[in-house]
C-alpha cells in the first residue's frame, strides 16, 4: 500500500523552522494519524508524500505558500486597548477569537505601547519556511465514514 488519496497515514513528525528550532514533534507521542487528500495537513507536505510506504523517511522542506501561506501585513493592526473591556491583563502572545467577515478567527497580541494594542491574525507560521523530518508507520484505507467526515476515526482521529 502506498500513500494516495482516501488512505489513512500514521506518521512521526519533527518540523523545524529555518534556524533548526523545532516546532513541533510527534516524538514520545503516538504517531500523527491524517486521511491524506482531504487537507488534513498542510498542502505541500501532503503531495510531498504521495508514494511513500511504511517505513519511509522523508525529508521535505515546504514553502510558505504550501505551508500557512505567506505573512499579510494587513491582518496586523494596532486597536485601542479600550478594545479589551473585561480583560484584567492585555499581555504580549495573549490568543483570542474574533468574529470577521470570514467566520471566527484567531488573533494574538503582538504588541502593547500605552494605549495602543497591535492584534496580529496570520497564522504563528505565516512566512516560515517548514522542514519536515516524517517516518511513516502505518497505512489502511479510510473507512466511508471518515471519507464522508473527511477526517480520521478512532485511535489518533476523532471520537464522536
Ligand atoms: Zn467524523
Redesign the pocket.
Given at each position: 500500500m502506498e500513500i494516495q488519496d482516501n488512505i489513512v497515514v500514521g506518521m512521526h513528525y519533527t518540523v523545524t523552522n529555518d534556524n533548526g528550532d523545532i516546532i513541533d514533534t510527534s516524538e514520545g507521542n503516538d504517531p500523527l494519524m491524517f486521511l491524506q487528500g482531504a487537507g488534513n495537513i498542510i498542502p505541500g507536505l501532503e503531495s510531498a508524500l504521495v508514494g511513500g510506504k511504511v517505513g519511509d523517511e522523508m525529508e521535505v522542506s515546504v514553502e510558505p505558500e504550501q505551508a500557512y501561506g505567506e505573512y499579510r501585513d494587513e491582518l496586523r493592526q494596532q486597536v485601542p486597548r479600550d478594545a479589551f473591556q473585561g480583560v484584567d491583563e492585555v499581555a504580549i502572545g495573549m490568543r483570542f477569537n474574533a468574529e470577521t467577515d470570514e467566520g471566527q478567527i484567531t488573533v494574538r497580541i503582538a504588541e502593547v505601547e500605552g494605549d495602543t494594542v497591535t492584534i496580529d491574525a496570520n497564522h504563528e507560521l505565516a512566512g516560515e519556511r517548514l522542514h519536515f523530518s516524517v517516518r511513516i508507520e502505518s497505512l489502511r484505507e479510510a473507512t466511508d465514514?471518515?471519507l464522508?467526515?473527511?477526517?480520521?476515526?478512532g485511535p489518533g482521529?476523532?471520537h464522536?
Open positions: 465514514e471518515e464522508e467526515h473527511g477526517h480520521v476515526h482521529g476523532h464522536h
